[in-house]
C-alpha cells in the first residue's frame, strides 16, 4: 500500500525534514507588497477589535498556535482566520496574521505532548512543519501527524489534550446522506501508462475547468466512495462512507479540464476518485478523563451505536478510528467523550465495559471518533453512551 505520509513526528532527523521538504515546492510567483516579498495577495484592511500579528522569520502556525491559542495543535483555526495563506505550509515574514481578539482566552498553555506526537509539522521547534518562509527559507514538507497518543497517556485528570491526530481525521472518513455526486473526478494522469493509482507529488488530471469554476490555486480533497452503510440493530441505509485519501492543489486549468498535483495521500489513489473542496479539519481538545469503573451506573445521556470501522476492521481496540450514528442533533461536539460497552448476553446482567473514544468530527447524525481507552475487542454493532 502506497502511503505518502501525512505525518511529520518532531523527534525526525533534520535530513529527513529536508526530504519532506521537497514534497510541497513553496507559491510561486513572489510579489513585492511594501516592503517584503510574498505569493500572497495580503490584505490591507482589518476590523478594528482584529488581533493582528506581523509575522517574523522562523515563525510557523505550529508555534503560533501555540503561542497565541494555547495548544500547537490548532494551527488550522488560525490558518482559517487567514484564508489568504494559500498554503499552511508556507507563511511569509512581513505578511499580516490575524490571531483573533479572544486567542489569548481560547485556553491556558498545556504541556507539551510526549515524543512520538508531534503535531501537524513542528516548524522550526522540530525537524519539519507548517514553515514561516521567504525566498531561501523553507517551509515544512507536506505531512499529517501520526502516532500521536491516546488522551488515556497524556497526564493526569483535567488535563487538557488533542483528541486524535491528523493522521485520525485526515486520512479517515465521513458519511454523506444527501446522495452527493462528485463535482469533480480524477479522469487521467501524466503517468497513466505504466501505474493505474497514483500518490504523492504525481501529475493528475480533473474532469472540470475554466468552465466549471476551477482555478489555478485551489486546494481540493481526494477521496473515495466505500459502500452503503447500514444500521447494525435496525439494518436502516445511513448513507454513503466516503473515505478521504488525499489532497490536491490546481496547477492550471483548460476550458474542461485541469491540471493538478497531488500533495499528500493515505493511500494508493485511483482514476475515477472524487473531489470536493478542501477545508481545515482542525484536531479537537478534550479532557482527561478518569476510566468508568465496571460498578460506575449507566448514564441517561444519549446512546447509541458503532457503526463503521476503519478500513471494515472487524475488530478494533484503542487508538483505531471509528464511526458512530449520534451526532449534532444528539448534542454532540468534538471532544466529547463516550463510554463503549456491549450488552450483556445473559438476561438481567450488567453490561459488559469495552472501553471509551473520544469525538473527532461530526455530522448531523453521524460521528467519527478515536478510541482513547479499551479492555476488549471492540466491533461494529457495540454501543455507545455519552460521558
Known amino acids: 500500500m502506497v502511503r505518502a505520509t501525512f505525518a511529520v513526528l518532531a523527534v525526525l532527523c533534520v535530513s529527513w525534514a529536508t526530504a519532506e521538504q521537497a514534497d510541497t515546492l513553496p507559491p510561486r510567483p513572489l510579489h513585492k507588497v511594501g516592503d517584503h516579498w510574498t505569493p500572497y495577495d495580503p490584505?490591507?484592511?482589518?476590523?478594528?477589535?482584529?488581533?493582528?500579528?506581523?509575522?517574523?522569520?522562523?515563525?510557523?502556525?505550529?508555534?503560533?498556535?501555540?503561542?497565541?491559542?494555547?495548544?500547537?495543535?490548532?494551527?488550522?483555526?488560525?490558518?482559517?482566520?487567514?484564508?489568504?495563506?494559500?498554503?499552511?505550509?508556507?507563511?511569509?515574514?512581513?505578511?499580516p496574521l490575524v490571531i483573533g481578539v479572544k486567542a489569548v482566552e481560547v485556553s491556558p498553555p498545556v504541556p507539551t505532548p510526549a515524543a512520538g506526537a508531534a503535531g501537524a509539522?513542528?516548524?522550526?521547534?522540530?525537524?519539519?512543519?507548517?514553515?514561516?518562509?521567504?525566498?531561501?527559507?523553507?517551509?515544512?514538507?507536506?505531512?499529517?501527524?501520526?502516532?500521536?497518543?491516546?488522551?488515556?497517556?497524556?497526564?493526569?485528570?483535567?488535563?487538557l489534550v488533542p483528541a486524535g491526530s491528523e493522521d485520525d481525521i485526515y486520512c479517515f472518513a465521513y458519511l454523506d446522506d444527501q446522495n452527493?455526486?462528485?463535482?469533480?473526478?480524477?479522469?487521467?494522469?501524466?503517468?497513466?501508462?505504466?501505474?493505474?493509482?497514483?500518490?504523492?507529488?504525481?501529475?493528475?488530471?480533473?474532469?472540470?475547468?475554466?468552465?466549471?469554476?476551477?482555478?489555478a490555486g485551489q486546494d481540493y480533497f481526494i477521496v473515495q466512495p466505500v459502500r452503503k452503510l447500514r444500521h447494525p440493530a435496525t439494518n436502516a441505509v445511513l448513507g454513503l462512507v466516503i473515505r478521504y485519501v488525499g489532497h490536491a492543489r490546481v496547477l492550471c486549468t483548460q476550458d474542461h479540464s485541469a491540471t493538478a498535483e497531488i500533495l499528500a495521500s493515505c493511500d494508493a489513489i485511483p482514476l475515477g476518485a472524487w473531489l470536493k473542496p478542501f477545508e481545515p479539519l482542525p484536531i479537537p481538545m478534550t479532557v482527561v478523563t478518569k476510566p468508568v469503573e465496571r460498578c460506575d451506573p449507566s448514564s441517561t445521556k444519549a446512546r447509541g451505536y458503532i457503526i463503521y470501522t476503519r478500513d471494515d476492521t472487524v475488530t478494533v481496540g484503542q487508538d483505531h478510528s471509528v464511526m458512530i450514528d449520534l451526532g449534532e442533533a444528539d448534542q454532540l461536539t468534538p471532544g466529547s467523550q463516550a463510554i463503549i460497552y456491549s450488552d450483556n448476553p445473559v438476561a438481567g446482567a450488567p453490561r459488559i465495559l469495552l472501553g471509551e473514544l473520544a469525538i473527532l468530527t461530526t455530522g448531523s447524525h453521524w460521528a467519527t471518533a478515536k478510541i482513547i481507552r479499551s479492555q476488549l475487542p471492540i466491533r461494529v454493532g457495540d454501543r455507545v453512551e455519552l460521558k
Open 121 to 159: 509539522g513542528a516548524g522550526r521547534e522540530g525537524a519539519g512543519g507548517i514553515g514561516a518562509g521567504g525566498e531561501g527559507a523553507a517551509g515544512a514538507g507536506a505531512g499529517r501527524e501520526s502516532g500521536a497518543k491516546s488522551p488515556s497517556a497524556e497526564g493526569p485528570a483535567g488535563t
Open 43 to 95: 490584505p490591507t484592511e482589518f476590523a478594528p477589535d482584529a488581533n493582528v500579528y506581523i509575522i517574523q522569520k522562523g515563525d510557523t502556525l505550529w508555534a503560533l498556535a501555540k503561542k497565541n491559542l494555547g495548544n500547537p495543535y490548532l494551527w488550522p483555526q488560525l490558518w482559517e482566520k487567514n484564508k489568504y495563506i494559500r498554503d499552511a505550509h508556507w507563511i511569509y515574514p512581513g505578511d
Open 180 to 215: 452527493a455526486r462528485p463535482q469533480l473526478t480524477m479522469t487521467s494522469a501524466e503517468q497513466i501508462e505504466y501505474s493505474s493509482t497514483f500518490s504523492t507529488t504525481d501529475i493528475v488530471y480533473l474532469s472540470g475547468g475554466e468552465a466549471e469554476g476551477v482555478k
